[in-house]
């Protein structure tokens, strides 16, 4: 596709741009959900979680390495891509915004801070990894496609759907605050500041929530043998 | 070889002799015609032509720089695209400019999420105000549409519209006169009776090659397909009347033909929306006419 021409015309970037970080979001978010939804049901299966559960470390601790690690994985996975983005849109655009650039691979990591958390409690919960895997890919696409259109369909309802729609678009993490593509495609420029430090502090909170969930659960959760 | 293999071979081998067998008398059905088309119709069969107005959708939202309604939002003002109206392809509707379909936030997360997705209204970078006549300023943004409505007319050869928008934003814009003349003959050629085209094929005789006899030869034949397809409508294109006559009209008085210009005013004047004003030019024209030469 990078290399196509129209019209003879050899700056047109935005189009690879578009096409790229599509591609980006969309293998990062299934890379990130599929590697959550093993971590603790592999354990099991594999039984080398009782060895791990002898070692002098909590059941929260290892939670916590288990999302820590998916998260670290992902955040080198998403350098890589961005990185090879750039080079891309660089060849192309030498004069683009660097900083719009930044703000987004933080955005988007912390976005996936939230899908893997999300998906981690949901390997607690729900039986098998295929059923974690489909259930937070629902989720994740759900939210990013329409979670921020929620309020004006709920608006536009009558009591009581209206308030329960708009809890629920109160209550959902808003992925698609994290998601700058368009900013990004069409050079906009960088966020404003205050409202990507909140963006950030909204994300961490989430992340938070979802992993005191699985810690909790997982403290709770009978392993037979 | 197993008795299973061999059936399995057998099959295989009575599967390929039914497939030539009846190949040859199925091909020429209507059925299978279709497959003589390019690889996208083949492909993607009528459906294509849902694709070729969503990427012509998303010309328009690259023309906004991503500002864009989602089938959520207000979309009144985004009924007709702007960057065809701006481009003369289509009558501008009236309360487009400025239009903001988001209204005020609804509560917090709105609020905080305008931030994070284009939210102001805005077109791209179009160079140098009223530049059709001027030189192509540097590295204009509008080709970042470009890509998207060569991919429609690949998908929607038929779809006129878009052939006279791409021609209008390269040469007006870009300066690539060459790009748009040929692209604009690719589009007669899958159109032959398309009177757009050949009305913004006359524009580029007439404002880039300066051959105003080859401009009015296409205007003339324009105002000749528009009269023969629109003489049965109920809603006549008036708007592209309009711009063919004015353009006939400019021409003729240029030339001093001043009474084929008045004919041609007249025309604009029986469709126009302010008739008082077209007469007030064909009152010019008339004092210009009277004059000493």
Same mark, same amino acid.
């Given at each position: ?11 047109? #970037?935005?189009?690879? =741009?578009? !096409? ?34 002898? =070692? ?8 916590? &390495?288990?999302?820590? &690690? ?36 933080? !955005? ?33 696409? &759900? ?6 259109? !929620?309020? =004006? ?7 009581? &759907? ?21 900013? #990004? ?39 037979? =043998? | 070889? +197993?008795?299973?293999?061999? +059936? ?15 190949? $040859? ?13 390019? $690889? ?28 864009? $309604? +989602? ?6 003002? @985004? ?7 701006e481009a003369g392809a289509i009558e501008e509707p009236g309360a487009?400019?400025?239009?903001? @379909?988001?209204?005020? $936030? ?33 590295? /204009? ?8 409505? %060569? ?12 052939? +006279? ?5 390269? %040469? ?34 007439a404002e880039n090659r300066q051959d105003s006899g080859r401009a ?22 008036? @708007? ?12 003729? %008085? ?14 604009v004047q029986a469709v126009s929306p302010n008739p008082a004003e ?13 004059? /000493? %030469?």
């Amino acid at each position: 596709m990078a290399s196509l021409r129209f019209f003879n015309e050899e700056q047109i #970037v935005r189009y690879v =741009k578009e !096409l790229c970080l599509f591609l980006i979001l969309l293998s990062s978010l299934v890379i990130a959900i599929t590697a959550a939804a093993r971590q603790i049901p592999a354990e099991r299966e594999q039984r080398t979680i009782f060895p791990l559960l002898a =070692k002098p470390v909590s059941r929260s601790e290892i939670v916590l &390495g288990k999302f820590l &690690g998916c998260w670290a994985a992902c955040g080198a996975m998403l350098v890589c891509f961005y990185f090879f983005f750039a080079l891309l849109c660089f060849a192309r655009q030498p004069a683009w915004q660097l900083l719009s650039f930044l703000q987004a691979l933080a !955005l988007h990591w912390v976005m996936l801070g939230i899908v893997i958390a999300f998906t981690l409690a949901g390997s607690l919960v729900f039986a098998a990894p295929s059923s974690t895997v489909t259930i937070s890919a629902l989720a994740a696409g &759900g939210v990013l496609l329409v979670g921020r259109h !929620l309020n =004006k369909v709920a608006l536009q309802m009558a009591e009581p &759907g209206q308030s329960i729609l708009y809890a629920i678009y109160l209550a959902i993490p808003h992925l698609e605050l994290f998601d700058v593509r368009d900013l #990004v495609i069409h050079d906009w420029p960088p966020i404003a500041w205050p409202a990507w430090l909140l963006a950030l502090a909204y994300g961490f909170a989430f992340i938070s929530f979802f992993v005191v969930l699985a810690c909790w659960r997982f403290e709770r959760m009978t392993i037979a =043998k | 070889m +197993t008795r299973a293999g061999t +059936t399995a071979v057998l099959l295989f081998v009575a599967c390929f002799a039914l497939g030539a067998m009846l190949e $040859p008398k199925l091909a020429p059905l209507p059925i299978y015609r279709r497959h003589s088309g390019t $690889p996208l119709e083949t492909a993607l069969g009528d459906g294509r032509l849902l694709f070729a107005n969503h990427f012509y959708t998303k010309a328009d939202a690259y023309f906004h720089r991503g500002f864009y $309604p +989602t089938i959520f939002d207000n979309r009144d003002a @985004f009924q007709a695209e702007h960057m065809a109206a701006e481009a003369g392809a289509i009558e501008e509707p009236g309360a487009s400019r400025g239009a903001d @379909f988001l209204g005020r $936030p609804k509560d917090w997360i709105e609020k905080l999420g305008r931030s994070f997705f284009p939210s102001e209204h805005t077109h791209l970078q179009h160079g140098a105000a009223g530049g059709e006549h001027s030189a192509p300023p540097a590295q /204009p943004d509008v080709r970042e549409m470009l890509p998207w409505l %060569r991919l429609t007319v690949a998908l929607d050869p038929h779809k006129t519209e878009v052939y +006279t928008v791409a021609a209008y934003w390269l %040469r007006s814009q870009m300066g690539k006169v060459d790009e748009a003349e040929e692209f604009l003959l690719e589009g007669l050629r899958n159109n032959s009776n398309s009177y757009p085209i050949l009305f913004e094929l006359g524009r580029i005789a007439a404002e880039n090659r300066q051959d105003s006899g080859r401009a009015r030869n296409l205007w003339e034949e324009a105002l000749t397909q528009w009269k023969l397809q629109n003489a049965a409508a109920e809603e006549p294109d008036s @708007f592209r009347l309009s711009q063919i006559c004015l353009r006939l009209a400019i021409l003729e %008085r240029d030339s001093g033909n001043f009474s084929a210009a008045e004919a041609y005013l007249k025309m604009v004047q029986a469709v126009s929306p302010n008739p008082a004003e077209v007469q007030k030019r064909i009152d010019e024209l008339r004092l210009e006419a009277e004059k /000493p %030469r």
